[in-house]
């Protein structure tokens, strides 16, 4: 299998960023890690391993990136505006920086995105936002409303909300997006919800389904027995979804 691993220092972050590509050819996936993960965590998991026949085939490229959650959403020293206006350089990091990247490899610019856990906010809520970069969008144990406490899950931002914060939770901005060139481009998308049915996050699962539904947005949504939010399971959800 083809691996590379890449640094360079972000003007976006002001700090080195670090990624890992899978494959040379085929559809280009951006694959956001968990929460507070690493950019190595989905081959230290198997993850990757269980997509190597597509990968050695030419069929799948993986684009794996860093995360800088403890810098943003889980810096709780840190002003909640202060948290959101790092993950919107995180987002500049993205854009800017890493798509140009994944474009020297794929230069049709047919995109899909990925992520598990808190990966899965990452992948949705860029792609919601910027629909015409993006083809497929797959989210696995996803949480799609970080200003909400869901059991042990606290809400990030302790109470405090700005515009920002609004535009940077798909359940709230798509809850209110209206009819126009942005909608129509989320509407072209494949888009895939997958969520365990004993996981904290299934009802906030069940009402993005809802929202997308009520939106005219065609999409699939998977429920798995059990929690479904481990390595174990997100292994046997990429061969079936990415």
């Avoid at 700005?162 to 481009?185: H, K, R, T, V």
Wanted: proline share 3%; hydrophobic share 40%; with cysteine.
């Amino acid at each position: 299998m083809n691996r590379e691993y890449h640094r360079w220092y972000s003007d976006k972050l002001g700090r080195d960023m670090e990624l890992l590509t899978f494959g040379n050819a085929g559809k280009a996936v951006l694959f956001f890690p968990p929460r507070m993960g690493r950019f190595y965590d989905y081959e230290n998991w198997g993850i990757i391993a269980a997509l190597a026949d597509r990968i050695n085939n030419g069929e799948l490229q993986l684009f794996c990136v860093d995360s800088i959650d403890n810098e943003s959403f889980y810096r709780q020293c840190s002003h909640p505006a202060d948290r959101i206006n790092r993950h919107l350089q995180y987002e500049q990091y993205i854009l800017n920086e890493v798509l140009p990247f994944m474009r020297i490899r794929k230069p049709e610019n047919d995109f899909e995105v990925a992520g598990c856990s808190m990966g899965a906010y990452h992948a949705a809520n860029i792609v919601f936002k910027y629909p015409q970069l993006f083809n497929k969008l797959v989210c696995m144990s996803g949480r799609y409303d970080l200003t909400r406490s869901v059991q042990y899950f606290r809400d990030l931002f302790d109470g405090y909300h700005n515009e920002n914060i609004y535009f940077n939770m798909p359940l709230q901005f798509m809850a209110n997006i209206s009819e126009g060139i942005l909608l129509d481009a989320i509407r072209k998308l494949d888009i895939m919800l997958v969520i365990g049915d004993t996981d904290p996050f299934k009802y906030d699962n069940l009402e993005f389904d809802n929202l997308l539904w009520n939106k005219g947005i065609d999409h699939r949504f998977y429920t798995w027995d059990g929690f479904a939010h481990t390595a174990r399971s997100w292994r046997k959800m990429v061969k079936l979804y990415l």
